[in-house]
């Protein structure tokens, strides 16, 4: 039995299900599973870097926010990488940073048991491999779904701004945000929980800023490594990423 599913980048992948009535496409299927599991022990780790290309990606959207100063003046607002306050104040200190600013962090991460899948499954899937200039079949075990939880933090002097940025953080997740990377085009954020606006003890040499902090959940998968299936029915490793078309991503 094959069903059409959708994998990490968007494509129309082929699901074999090596639990049917025994076949010759499911034979098939068993043989290409143990080799792939047989590479998977025997290579060395594939490194997705999924964790850093997420926080790339977010630190690349929340870049783009801005705000209406009292002028009527358009200004453009930083997204850093941060953590704690007292990260954030060494940066205020070091950086001169202006504000309002947005940070975003990391916090925990964690299996997600709902949308897994069987481990029986093979995907494969078609791709144009440009090294080549020809298609080729990859197939792969199912990627590990996973929950990654960030704190994205608003800091402004004034309400008024804190609340335009405020306003298109909501706009952008209406009702989730789409985050495209290489690695996927189909993983979704949500907001989770928030905490009140409140003063935020930057540093001792400043003032006091007020503070928004919001909660967001990113459901995404880890890639699973990949490997091209000969003619003669043999696997071959193949590094997905360094094939990529840099060009249309």
């Known amino acids: 039995m094959a069903n059409a599913i959708t994998g990490l980048s968007g494509i129309e992948i082929e699901a074999v299900l090596t639990s049917s009535p025994i076949k010759t496409k499911q034979r098939n299927s068993l043989t290409v599973r143990k080799h792939i599991i047989e590479a998977n022990r025997s290579s060395s780790p594939s490194i997705s870097n999924v964790y850093k290309e997420y926080l790339r990606a977010l630190l690349n959207i929340f870049s783009n926010f801005s705000y209406i100063n009292s002028e009527e003046e358009i200004v453009d607002v930083d997204c850093i990488f941060g ?35 069987y481990n029986s499954i093979v995907l494969q899937e078609k791709h144009f491999d440009i090294k080549k200039q020809r298609w080729i079949r990859l197939v792969s075990l199912p990627p590990k779904p996973i ?73 995404t998968w880890v890639p699973s490594p990949k490997y091209m299936l000969t003619n003669t029915g043999e696997i071959e490793a193949f590094n997905l990423i360094d094939n990529l078309d840099v060009s249309s991503t």
């Open 83 to 117: 953590g704690q306050e007292r990260a954030i104040a060494k940066k205020f200190e070091e950086q001169n940073i202006i504000l309002p600013v947005l940070s975003i962090s990391q916090t925990t991460s964690s299996d997600d048991i709902n949308r897994g899948r």
């Open 147 to 219: 929950k990654i939880t960030y704190t994205l933090s608003i800091f402004s002097k004034y309400r008024a701004d804190l609340d335009q940025l405020l306003e298109q953080v909501r706009f952008a997740f209406n009702p989730v945000l789409e985050i495209p990377t290489k690695l996927s085009s189909v993983s979704k954020a949500m907001i989770t929980n928030e905490q009140d606006v409140g003063d935020a003890d930057v540093s001792d040499k400043q003032d006091r800023v007020l503070k928004k902090s919001l909660t967001l959940e990113l459901e």
